[in-house]
Each structure stands twice: as structure tokens, then as C-alpha cells.
């Protein structure tokens, strides 16, 4: 019954922005921190970053660090990916996960120019 569903994904420019979200259900979506993960082809799975519970609290990976902003909508069981400054590293399928069990399909960011 765990859902998580991403969106906001897309084609943008170097140095752009985009706002990712995550619409969540089936579990207790505001006692839970949330993670952002993302995976290119060959790559592992990487941790961008996790958010608290109420939200006071975020952490980031060093490589995201200063350009991308996590908050989280309880009261719409959603959850945000705020990214500027893209770059092409950042390229990637981009998901949310509470303990890494469940996940969705994820949505797709391309940086090209």
C-alpha cells in the first residue's frame, strides 16, 4: 500500500532550476525522514540528501551542498526537491524513499545544453 510517486522531472539547461516532488501514501508520511536518492546509468545509487520529520532538519551530499533545498508539505503527505545552478552531473533519475524499502519510479533529469 506504500506509495511514492515523483514528478517534476525534465529537460533543462546548465546553470537552470526545477522543483521535484514527491506525493506519498500508505504509510505515516509525518513521523519519517525522507530521502532523496538519485542513479544514473553505471553509477551506483547515490544519497543526495534527507529530511526531518517537521522538517527542521536537512542533509545534504557534498556534491548537491548550496544548490539544492529539501522541504516537505505534511499536511499534503508531500515531499520537495528544490534544485538550482544545475549541472550535468546532475543528470539522473531522481527518487524519494523513507527507509530505502520503497520506492517509486522515479522522475528523470537531464542537464544539456
Known amino acids: 500500500q506504500v506509495q511514492l510517486v515523483e514528478s517534476g522531472g525534465g529537460l533543462v539547461q546548465p546553470g537552470g532550476s526545477l522543483r521535484l516532488s514527491c506525493v506519498a501514501s500508505?504509510?505515516?508520511?509525518?513521523?519519517?525522514?525522507m530521502f532523496w536518492v538519485r542513479q544514473d546509468p553505471g553509477k551506483g545509487l547515490e544519497w543526495v540528501g534527507n529530511i526531518s520529520p517537521d522538517g527542521a532538519t536537512t542533509n545534504y551530499a557534498n556534491s548537491v551542498k548550496g544548490r539544492f533545498t529539501i522541504s516537505r508539505d505534511n499536511a499534503k503527505n508531500t515531499l520537495h526537491l528544490q534544485i538550482d545552478s544545475l549541472k550535468s552531473e546532475d543528470t539522473a533519475v531522481y527518487y524519494c524513499?523513507?527507509?530505502?524499502?520503497?520506492w517509486g519510479q522515479g522522475t528523470q533529469v537531464t542537464v544539456s545544453s
Open positions: 524513499t523513507k527507509l530505502w524499502d520503497f
Open positions: 500508505g504509510f505515516a508520511f509525518s513521523d519519517l525522514w
